[in-house]
């Protein structure tokens, strides 16, 4: 399985912490956050991981230089943003018709990556992916997903006030081929995989909840929470 990692964001909202470095490698009890994700990837037996990059590319270049796995990653530059769906067109054959795994970089997380990858596998037959969720506290700024006793999607309801629920997506997917055909035909090179292609799938999305871990950390307020929540 291969996987990209979307690690483009400013994390303007954690300035003056990314002033200097890119959310992606905020330190999170001294190591960087990008390192808990290709830990938990590559123990999971993924073969390799693509990394985005935007904001201080240099500095995510030092870094995957100097890490253990650095001979199985791959970095693509965008000098312009071009949302998680355009990243994932612009970037399709990195996957080779195969199934594969795209997760938001800028949330700390850990899950059992094998036991996600055989939810997938063993997922409704209509299903053409599987989508990780978590439970919140602040359910009106998540996307919150409603599911039927299988575990499929049937509503999802993006950062609304008094929403239906608090199990939020965490914007960690297993997807199949179909998702890119999908967003290849939305024949945009900038979009947003939530907004133009996950409504087109509510009743074919298959739920795996992270029962251990799960936190953005894109505020000041959400990285102290993770900082005093969070054990390696």
């Not at 990394?51 to 000098?79: G, Q």
């Not at 081929?177 to 967003?183: K, R």
């Not at 945009?188 to 953005?216: A, C």
Request: charged share 20%.
């Amino acid at each position: 399985m291969r996987a990209l990692l979307l690690a483009g964001g400013i994390g303007s909202r954690l300035r003056p912490i990314t002033d200097t470095i890119p959310k992606c490698l905020v330190p999170i009890h001294g190591r960087p956050l990008l390192a808990y994700w290709l830990d938990l990837l590559f123990a999971g037996e993924c073969e390799r991981v693509l990394i985005n990059t935007y904001y201080l590319p240099d500095k995510v270049r030092e870094f995957v230089a100097s890490s253990p796995w650095h001979s199985r990653i791959d970095l693509v530059h965008e000098p312009e943003l071009l949302g998680t769906g355009g990243t994932i067109v612009a970037n399709g054959d990195y996957f080779a018709g195969e199934p594969f795994f795209v997760g938001h970089a800028d949330n700390l997380t850990r899950f059992d990556l094998a036991q996600f990858r055989r939810a997938h596998s063993e997922r409704p037959r209509q299903c053409a992916m599987t989508m990780m969720t978590f439970r919140t506290e602040t359910p009106e700024s998540c996307g919150i997903v409603e599911t039927d006793a299988n575990g499929v999607v049937q509503a999802f309801h993006e950062k609304v006030e008094n929403p239906p629920g608090n199990l939020a997506n965490a914007a960690v997917y297993m997807l199949e081929p179909e998702i890119l055909i999908f967003s290849n035909s939305v024949r945009k090179s900038v979009f947003d995989f939530q907004i133009e292609v996950i409504p087109n799938f509510v009743g074919r999305i298959f739920s795996f909840e992270n029962t251990d871990y799960h936190r953005d950390i894109g505020t000041p307020e959400s990285l102290g929470r993770a900082l005093v929540e969070y054990s390696a």
